[in-house]
């Protein structure tokens, strides 16, 4: 597994801007770190790109602004701070969403506060941890109360001004992964159930 030691000119390096904290009050995370791999997931459909995770002592995630230029400038985004915040905001409605038992902390510290700090490569993390949940077991049961909360949920992550073509793709794989690992519920996007049918 491939680690950095967080330096500021790491940072720079890695194009860094900010950084969510995520403190675990509750036990929310579980060991197999299937729930940090779904948050990171959230994150990373966010305007915003998530390849290094930190997770001792508390969870970091370091953030990097994958808007461009041009965008920004054609469509007058926010800056990036504040789609750090939203992305925060989303992650501690998501951890309700799923327990709504669920006390975490979320902060932004400064890049001072974080030298030093120990990170994971995400995808060596969550493909050496991830559970493998086989269709064994899984319900095919999907109450309507329960959709329309993780279809609202998926309308805070897909800001509509930030829609492109193939982005239902984004959104269906991301709702089947949180009912699959959340709820053990094996739901069929519109394009598994329709293979004949070309989704954009």
Same mark, same amino acid.
Not at 136 to 140: K, N
Not at 174 to 181: D, P, S
């Given at each position: 597994m491939k680690y950095i030691e967080l330096t500021k000119e790491k940072m720079n390096e890695l194009g860094i801007c900010a950084f969510i904290r995520i403190r675990d009050l509750s036990g929310f995370f579980d060991p197999g770190m299937r729930r940090l791999w779904l948050m990171y997931s959230v994150a990373t459909n966010c305007e915003a790109s998530v390849i290094w995770v930190g997770t001792e002592p508390d969870l970091l995630?370091?953030?990097?602004d994958s808007r461009t230029k041009r965008r920004f400038e054609e469509?007058?985004?926010t800056p990036f701070q504040k789609e750090v915040e939203r992305i925060g905001s989303l992650l501690k409605k998501f951890s309700l969403l799923i327990d709504p038992e669920a006390r975490i902390e979320i902060d932004y510290p400064e890049k001072e506060e974080v030298v030093g700090r120990r990170l994971s490569l995400a995808y060596d993390l969550f493909s050496a941890y991830r559970e493998k949940r086989s269709g064994?077991?899984?319900?095919?049961h999907l109450?309507?109360?329960l959709e329309e909360r993780i279809d609202s949920f998926m309308d805070l992550i897909f800001l509509p001004e930030n829609w492109m073509m193939g982005v239902c793709h984004s959104i269906w794989e991301?709702?089947?992964?949180?009912?699959?690992?959340e @709820?053990? $519920?094996d739901w069929k996007s519109p394009a598994e159930r329709n293979p004949? $049918? $070309? @989704?954009?």
């Open positions: 995630l370091p953030l990097i469509c007058g985004m064994e077991g899984l319900s095919t109450t309507p109360s991301l709702k089947k992964n949180i009912l699959r690992y @709820f053990h $519920i004949h $049918i $070309i @989704f954009d």
